[in-house]
DNA sequence: GTAATACATTACCGAAGGGTAATATATTTG
DNA sequence: CAAATATATTACCCTTCGGTAATGTATTAC
């Protein structure tokens, strides 16, 4: 409470989870998602944990979600993700783009077949 | 430990507490500083608390240090940073790019007097 | 209506985290 | 040498956090 706390510090905190940043991942490179897809990703996991986790990014406002049924489908904001850390990414600018640039001179020589370096798969689907 | 943790788990977790976040800060804006310089920005926290902070940062790579008589001055490591972060930063490229373009047009338009959209102020200094 | 499904919520636990105070160590000063 | 300065380390406290288990609630299926 000594520091200034900005919008951004609770998308830090939310980000501080390796579960909760896998999520996000999910539901950005395979569109909405409901609550049970998304536990089925985390053996180790216990479903009500999942949810658990689920509300804490909906109170960040990184995800929303929409009731289908009994299923509730969650889907990435990433607007406000974007906007709540642009402001700390610009500070940084000038490094992030030197590492960028080495990450894709990496994956064009076939040297990283992770699929996150390529973009062909941040798609979107199924909007309704 | 039932989730993948890459390299980029430590920076992350290093990033969630705003104590550590806002050294980074100064030591990216001021260039160099000792510990003394750093805990006297930071007036509701004991010395050695900053100094424990800093042992985190430095465990995780982000800042290194030399000393200089009976202190210690601290750097960023802003490659490492940058390095560990990006392939995360690289996944929700392109909301970044859009969040960063209107961070520019608000700073364009003078409605945003903070300083850390301005480019004037990384400067480096005294490198020995 | 009853049972089953899909989540959410609550209570609880152990571990980790941030903070202080006290102590230790190295360096300079007198 | 002793005293002072600058930082690191340790012990300890309290809070937060991630996790489970159990219970609650809404919706669908029978």
Redesign the pocket.
């Known amino acids: 409470m000594?520091?200034m706390s900005s919008n951004s510090d609770g998308l830090f905190?939310i980000l501080?989870?390796p579960?909760r940043r896998l999520i996000l991942d999910l539901l950005a490179e395979r569109g909405p998602l409901?609550?049970?897809q998304l536990?089925s990703e985390f053996p180790?996991?216990?479903?009500?944990?999942i949810?658990?986790?689920?509300?804490?990014l909906r109170a960040g406002g990184v995800v929303s979600?929409t009731?289908r049924?009994?299923?509730?489908i969650y889907r990435l904001e990433p607007d406000v993700l974007a906007a709540g850390l642009a402001p700390w990414i610009a500070k940084y600018e000038q490094y992030w783009s030197a590492a960028l640039e080495r990450l894709r001179d990496l994956a064009q020589e076939g040297r990283v077949k992770d699929e996150l370096t390529s973009r062909k798969n941040v798609r979107r689907k199924r909007l309704k």
């Open positions: 000594q520091v905190r501080a989870d579960t409901s609550v049970g536990a180790d996991l216990v479903a009500s944990g949810s658990k986790h689920l509300m804490g979600a009731r049924g009994r299923q509730q």
